[in-house]
């Protein structure tokens, strides 16, 4: 019963920080969002995400592809380690880019374009 209470206890307080957002941050659902003009804005040159968007898709294509550095079958838990590990980084890149994202988004949408203030 004890590892049942620390399991539900877990997945409550992961819960509670996705829906609020970590250290106050934005919300998953705002940061899920973020994405699409991420990538919009990174494709147009005004966003300098370039190589980390390229890394993350590139640890995407590494867990959905079937070619694996460490195949499941024969090596069993340590075939399973290398998706682990790139699931867990591509996880906290996501998290970490859309923040950073957000936050450029903020301070470009308060410039107001044209000549420097003396």
Sequence with gaps: MGKTLKRS???AALARA???GARGGPSLGARLA???RMIRATSRGEYDGGLRLALMAGAAA???SPID???EIPLAIFGLADDAVMVTWLAGSVLAETERFL???AR???VIP???AP
């Design 103 to 105: 936050e450029w988004e």
């Design 114 to 116: 044209g000549h420097v």
């Design 18 to 20: 996705l829906a609020a």
């Design 34 to 36: 973020a994405l699409p």
């Design 62 to 64: 590494y867990v959905v």
């Design 108 to 110: 470009r949408s308060s």
């Design 9 to 11: 206890a877990a997945f």
């Design 69 to 71: 550095l460490l195949p």
